[in-house]
């Protein structure tokens, strides 16, 4: 199993970034996927969710109408649509499967002026 992310980088306040996962090594559509991200000096967290078939998706309260997850399942690949970034926003961005408990390398995002 394996999990790549892109898309990371120094965005503004305000700004957009989108991030992707390709994964590989596994049923992609058949697998619920998550993406977490981790702060400096804080815990990982879970930033949102979306099921395998029904493509239905979960926010965490900080992110949420910010932030949207989707998924590709032809091209087994997760992405994070980011907006209105804020400098909280600023984080290692991490992809994750539960069912195999495997995660990606990160993907740093900073948003500075």
Do not use: H
Request: proline letters at 3%; charged letters at 15%.
């Amino acid at each position: 199993v394996q999990l790549v992310e892109s898309g990371g980088g120094l965005v503004q306040p305000g700004g957009s970034l989108r991030l992707s996962c390709a994964a590989s090594g596994f049923t992609f559509s058949r697998s619920g996927m998550s993406w977490y991200r981790q702060a400096p000096g804080k815990e990982r967290e879970l930033v949102a969710t979306i099921a395998s078939t029904s493509g239905s998706s979960n926010y965490a309260d900080s992110v949420k109408g910010r932030f949207t997850i989707s998924r590709d399942n032809a091209k087994n690949t997760v992405f994070l649509q980011m907006n209105s970034l804020t400098p909280e926003d600023t984080a290692v961005y991490y992809c994750y499967n539960l069912r195999f408990n495997a995660w990606g390398q990160g993907t740093q995002v900073t948003v500075s002026s």
